[in-house]
T-cell receptor
Framework: AQTVTQSQPEMSVQEAETVTLSCTYDTSENNYYLFWYKQPPSRQMILVIRQEAYKQQNATENRFSVNFQKAAKSFSLKISDSQLGDTAMYFCAFGRSFGNEKLTFGTGTRLTIIP | DAGVIQSPRHEVTEMGQEVTLRCKPISGHDYLFWYRQTMMRGLELLIYFNNNVPIDDSGMPEDRFSAKMPNASFSTLKIQPSEPRDSAVYFC????????????FGEGSRLTVL
């Protein structure tokens, strides 16, 4: 079974600064997907960024980028130029590559952006 | 598309009562998932369906929980009888095989059992 670990329950950073959220996972599979989801106070989970394990290039989406280290089974999220709207819970998730089966989520990191 | 629609948004009930949560997935999606979120246990997968057929219900906590998907556009999660420890936010999510794993979540149903 896959496990996903987020070791930072809470983080805070000043607006406009850069912050990195950590995630490690454990799997015996070679092909898989990794995700970062954002859950703002409104509660709805929103996909932030996705990484396919077979791709060596790190995914980027505007101010969001990942550092994917497959050998180390590490998948961190970097948020640049942080904004107040980035305040949310962030969940790292693992998904198998065959079919849209269940995602395994980490316990989340609560990120607060300070004005 | 309207996205995944869940109802009710909030439900307060008394212990022992039956609770039914509803979900309408995104049209065309062939996977549907029910997750439960609590402070103590985080996000837990309860059950998921593929083409209306339950694939994995190993996360359903006990026989008091049941889920159905009578057609591609509707699913229910029922708790009977409800207990205070069932208090949580219940999320429904859907996806399509071409989405490479991305789940689209509803806004969740917050259940409080007194």
């Amino acid at each position: 079974a896959q496990t996903v670990t987020q070791s930072q329950p809470e983080m805070s950073v000043q607006e406009a600064e850069t912050v990195t959220l950590s995630c490690t996972y454990d799997t015996s599979e070679n092909n898989y997907y990794l995700f970062w989801y954002k859950q703002p106070p409104s509660r709805q989970m929103i996909l932030v960024i996705r990484q396919e394990a077979y791709k060596q290039q790190n995914a980027t989406e505007n101010r969001f980028s990942v550092n994917f280290q497959k050998a180390a089974k590490s998948f961190s999220l970097k948020i640049s130029d942080s904004q107040l709207g980035d305040t949310a819970m962030y969940f790292c998730a693992f998904g198998r590559s065959f079919g849209n089966e269940k995602l395994t989520f980490g316990t989340g990191t609560r990120l607060t952006i300070i004005p | 598309d309207a996205g995944v629609i869940q109802s009710p948004r909030h439900e307060v009930t008394e212990m022992g009562q039956e609770v039914t949560l509803r979900c309408k997935p995104i049209s065309g999606h062939d996977y549907l998932f029910w997750y439960r979120q609590t402070m103590m246990r985080g996000l837990e997968l309860l059950i998921y369906f593929n083409n209306n057929v339950p694939i994995d219900d190993s996360g359903m906590p006990e026989d008091r929980f049941s889920a159905k998907m009578p057609n591609a556009s509707f699913s229910t999660l029922k708790i009977q009888p409800s207990e205070p420890r069932d208090s949580a936010v219940y999320f429904c999510a859907s996806s399509h095989r071409v989405n490479t794993g991305e789940l689209f979540f509803g806004e969740g149903s917050r259940l409080t059992v007194l």
